[in-house]
Structures are given as C-alpha cells and as structure tokens.
C-alpha cells in the first residue's frame, strides 16, 4: 500500500458533517461523487454507540472514531483500509472531555482530525478554553514536525487567518473566530514550519470560503469563512498538488454550514 502513495495522487478532505446521523445521506452522496482516499470528520455529534459505522463501511471505507452525544466528535476515515490509530484526545488538561483530537497513520501519513473549541462569547470561559486549547495543540503540533515525516492537521479550527478569509472582517469584529488572539495563535503553529495548503495553492483567491453560516441567507448571498484548514508539514508539502473547496455540497438540500475541504498529494 506505501506503493500507492508514491505512484499515485492520494486525496485527503475535512469535512464538517455538523451531525453525521442528520447529514449520513449528503455524507454518503459526498463520497461517492468525490471519491477522496482519506476524509477528516468534524461534529458528529454522536455517541460511539450509535455512529453509523455499517453505512460508512458499506460505502469503502474503514474508520477510527472518537464521537460524543449530541456534541464535538472526530473521526478519520480511509478508502479500502483501517487507519492505525495513533492517538485520541490532546494531553495537558485532565478536565477536558471533549471529543475534539484524534490522529492515525495511513499509508505512511499522520493524519489528525481535529475541530477547535469556537470560543464565544469572547471574554468568558469559553474563549479561554479556546486559547488554551490551540496552546496543546501547538504543543503536539510541534511533536509532529520532530518526527520528520507527511502530516496533515486537518479539521475545523475555527479561525479565520486573515480578514481576506471573511466576508466583513468588520461585520465579525466581536467573533472569537476572527479575534487578534485567535489569529496569534493560528501563527503560531502556523510558523513552526506548516504550510496552509489551500492557501499556498490559492494565493490570490479573495472568497476562499469553506463556511457559510444558516442565518441571513449566508450561502445564498455567499458570505463566508474560511475556517476549514489543511496544515501540511515540509514533508507533506513537498507532496502538494491540488487543493479546493467542494462548494457544491454545500448547495444541497439539508447539508452541513461547512463545504468539503481537500488537498491532493502525490
């Protein structure tokens, strides 16, 4: 199988499901017309106990999961093969029970599915729990880059890098997404030595949007976020060929707030 990812283009996506059990049909739709090699899953909000794992198996591909009721929950799922599974959850907060972290091997690739606490209300706890949150991350983030190998930190990060990444950076001054904080942050981990994949491909895109929120016809009038990022170690990016948004999946009926996000490697 490491043949494979040396002759061929592998495809990897993040997608937030916002539900995988209210969104299984626009999931299952998804893959077959995509048809990626290795999916990163955010908000399944769903107990392990009542994922649909038969469904996703019956449609090729083999997962690790790490759900929670009616809340979080990441998975990574493969094409044809089991992910070996590396390491569920971050280390250094021994209260923290949320399913956000989960990390496998494919292929040779480390592959981290990860969704980043939203934060707001910004100045409560919870945009504390945030900052601290993308602290840990760095931390294994950095771990990453030592083992000098391909890897790819994908998810939902809940940030916007720049004001270019959102409709109204004005509009969403007040938002713990686009927070001076929250982008210090992204920075940070950014400048241990990762490449923002869709970014580096689509350097002078100005709508590089992977969310668009339910409210105030969002979609409709196409104000976005690009909050949905692909993280690519040197080795990995070396790797770097294509990358996009699946904006179409966004347009279906009863889809998720977020669109696909992938990158192909060679």
């Known amino acids: 199988m490491r043949l494979r990812l ?6 990897l996506a993040t ?5 995988i059990r209210a969104r299984l049909t626009r999931l299952l739709e998804w ?4 048809k990626p090699d290795v999916v990163c899953l955010q908000e399944l909000k769903c107990a392990d ?6 469904a996703v198996e019956e449609a090729g591909f083999t997962g690790v999961w790490h ?4 809340f979080n929950g990441v998975a990574i799922l493969a094409r044809g093969q089991a992910p070996a599974l590396r390491q569920v959850g971050l280390p250094g907060d021994p209260d923290d029970t949320h399913s956000r972290y989960i990390e496998a091997e494919v292929d040779g690739l480390i592959v981290a599915s990860l969704y980043l606490p939203n934060g707001n209300p910004v100045g409560t706890e919870k945009f504390d729990f945030k900052l601290r949150w993308i602290e840990r991350l760095a931390a ?13 930190l994908a998810g939902d990060w809940n940030a916007v890098p720049e004001d270019r990444d959102v409709f109204s950076a004005q509009a969403t001054a007040h938002d713990a997404v686009n927070q001076p904080e929250t982008r210090q942050a992204w920075r940070r981990i950014l400048h241990q030595g990762w490449t923002d994949a869709l970014r580096a ?10 969310f668009w929120d339910y409210t105030a016809g969002c979609w409709q009038r196409d104000l976005g976020f690009r909050l949905d990022h692909l993280l690519c ?3 990995a990016s070396d790797r770097l060929r294509d990358a996009g948004v699946d904006k179409w999946a966004r347009a279906e009926e009863k889809a998720s707030d977020h669109a696909p996000t992938w990158i192909e490697l060679a």
């Open 140 to 152: 294994r983030a950095s771990q990453l880059l030592k083992e000098e190998r391909p890897a790819v």
């Open 233 to 235: 170690s040197p080795e």
């Open 31 to 34: 893959l077959e017309r995509e």
């Open 15 to 19: 997608y937030n499901v916002n539900g």
């Open 67 to 70: 759900g929670q009721k009616g």
């Open 6 to 11: 040396q002759l061929q283009r592998v495809k």
């Open 49 to 54: 106990d009542a994922l649909p794992v038969a």
């Open 201 to 210: 491909l689509h350097p002078d895109e100005p709508k590089l949007y992977t």
